[in-house]
Structures are given as structure tokens and as C-alpha cells.
């Protein structure tokens, strides 16, 4: 049982909802790239990455893009007065695991930075070099750009699409050398992107 206790908008069209354990307990603990399955008032269950600090016990932080055309969930969290709220939750799991390696790319599409962001934090506090390039339709779009920017040790490039384009895959995947990993999230646009450019040197390394 989780208990909301703080919501914010971190971007256009986007909410993050901030929870505790209900009876104030410890919190299961979690790593980069983990998910909970959330149970919201109408019954509805949707997971979520968590985007908070990795390592944090007693709250949990997730994001969600309003999609207007969707299923109902993402319109409940942005309508929904959730403050004060209890939600039922699985416990975090974590099919998107990040690897120990000695460089990192981030490759994140809209609210896709939610699983990358706590890696981010992962990488600058092990003093491992990473770069993140960060696209959506606007810079308004893009979510948690002040953590970033505070993360050391990384390069951030940004791309709103309505200003640069789309995000120059071939490039980024280019520059990822022999050794680094590569991590992405975002639409299936951008998912499969990645996919259709990576060749035998990358296939092991690229983590969707």
C-alpha cells in the first residue's frame, strides 16, 4: 500500500507522482530500470518505471505522459486528485537491468527518460563516463532536465523535434565505440530505430 504523498509536472503533458509506504515502512529495494505495477482508483493496472534516486527506501517516484487517445490510465493519474491517496503496488521489478560497463549512451524519447534517469544517476555516482541524447516534440515536452543538468561526469545533448528534428541515431550509435552499452526507451518508433541500425559490434551492448 502506497500512500501519494506530492504530484508535480516535470514537463508538458506529463505528471510525477511521489509515494511512501502507508504505514511509513522501508520500501522494497530497487535498482535502475525497475517497474512497479500500480492498481489506481478505478482499478486499472499500468506500470511504471521508477525515476527516483536509486537506492531510495522510502519514497518512490514515478512519471506518466498524458495520452489522450490511450487506454484511460495516464488521463486518471493527470485527473485524479491522487494527494492523500492509497495505491496498491507490486513490489519493483526489473527486466531492463543495467549492466556494468565502462561507458554508457542513453538514447531517451519523451517520457522514455523516466527508466534512464535514475541509470544517469547510477553512472555519475560510479564515475563511469555516459552520454545521454535526450529528444521530444519540444524542450517544454522534455521532463527533469534540472537533475539532469546537475548529474556530473555526463554529456547531454538535446533534440526538440520542433526546433532540430529527430535525433541523429546512426550518429549517436556511431559514436558508442567498442566497449560502450547502449540504453533506450521511448515510442517504437525510435525503439525499433535503434534496433534496425545495430550490426554484430553493438547487438550485445543495446538494452531496450
Same mark, same amino acid.
Given at each position: 500500500?502506497?500512500?501519494? *504523498?506530492?504530484?508535480?509536472?516535470?514537463?508538458?503533458? !506529463?505528471?510525477?507522482?511521489?509515494?511512501?509506504?502507508?504505514?511509513?515502512?522501508?520500501?522494497?529495494?530497487?535498482?535502475?530500470?525497475?517497474?512497479?505495477?500500480?492498481?489506481?482508483?478505478?482499478?486499472?493496472?499500468?506500470?511504471?518505471?521508477?525515476?527516483?534516486?536509486?537506492?531510495?527506501?522510502?519514497?518512490? $517516484? *514515478?512519471?506518466?505522459?498524458?495520452?489522450?487517445?490511450? $487506454?484511460?490510465?495516464?488521463?486518471?493519474?493527470?485527473?485524479?486528485?491522487?494527494?492523500?491517496?492509497?495505491?496498491?503496488?507490486?513490489?519493483?521489478?526489473?527486466?531492463?537491468?543495467?549492466?556494468? !560497463?565502462?561507458?554508457?549512451?542513453?538514447?531517451?524519447?519523451?517520457?522514455? *527518460?523516466?527508466?534512464?534517469?535514475?541509470?544517469?544517476? !547510477?553512472?555519475?555516482?560510479?564515475?563511469?563516463?555516459?552520454?545521454?541524447?535526450?529528444?521530444?516534440?519540444?524542450?517544454?515536452?522534455?521532463?527533469?532536465?534540472?537533475? *539532469?543538468?546537475?548529474?556530473?561526469?555526463?554529456?547531454?545533448?538535446?533534440?526538440?523535434?520542433?526546433?532540430?528534428?529527430?535525433?541523429?541515431?546512426?550518429?549517436?550509435?556511431?559514436?558508442?565505440?567498442?566497449?560502450?552499452?547502449?540504453?533506450?526507451?521511448?515510442? !517504437?518508433?525510435?525503439?525499433?530505430?535503434?534496433?534496425?541500425?545495430?550490426?554484430?559490434?553493438?547487438?550485445?551492448?543495446?538494452?531496450?
Amino acid at each position: 500500500a502506497l500512500r501519494v *504523498i506530492q504530484v508535480r509536472h516535470p514537463a508538458q503533458d !506529463a505528471v510525477s507522482n511521489t509515494v511512501a509506504a502507508a504505514d511509513a515502512a522501508p520500501l522494497p529495494n530497487w535498482t535502475p530500470g525497475a517497474h512497479i505495477d500500480v492498481v489506481l482508483p478505478s482499478g486499472l493496472v499500468r506500470n511504471y518505471s521508477l525515476c527516483g534516486p536509486p537506492g531510495e527506501r522510502h519514497l518512490y $517516484r *514515478i512519471a506518466v505522459l498524458l495520452e489522450r487517445n490511450g $487506454r484511460g490510465g495516464s488521463r486518471e493519474l493527470h485527473e485524479t486528485q491522487l494527494v492523500g491517496q492509497t495505491l496498491r503496488a507490486t513490489h519493483p521489478k526489473n527486466h531492463f537491468e543495467l549492466q556494468p !560497463a565502462p561507458r554508457y549512451v542513453f538514447v531517451a524519447g519523451g517520457i522514455g *527518460i523516466t527508466p534512464i534517469l535514475p541509470m544517469l544517476r !547510477a553512472a555519475s555516482e560510479r564515475g563511469v563516463p555516459w552520454e545521454l541524447v535526450y529528444g521530444a516534440r519540444s524542450r517544454s515536452a522534455m521532463a527533469f532536465l534540472d537533475e *539532469i543538468a546537475a548529474m556530473p561526469g555526463g554529456q547531454v545533448t538535446l533534440v526538440p523535434e520542433e526546433t532540430d528534428g529527430r535525433l541523429d541515431l546512426p550518429g549517436t550509435l556511431g559514436r558508442a565505440g567498442a566497449d560502450a552499452h547502449v540504453y533506450c526507451c521511448g515510442p !517504437a518508433g525510435l525503439v525499433d530505430g535503434v534496433l534496425d541500425l545495430c550490426d554484430e559490434r553493438l547487438a550485445e551492448r543495446v538494452h531496450v
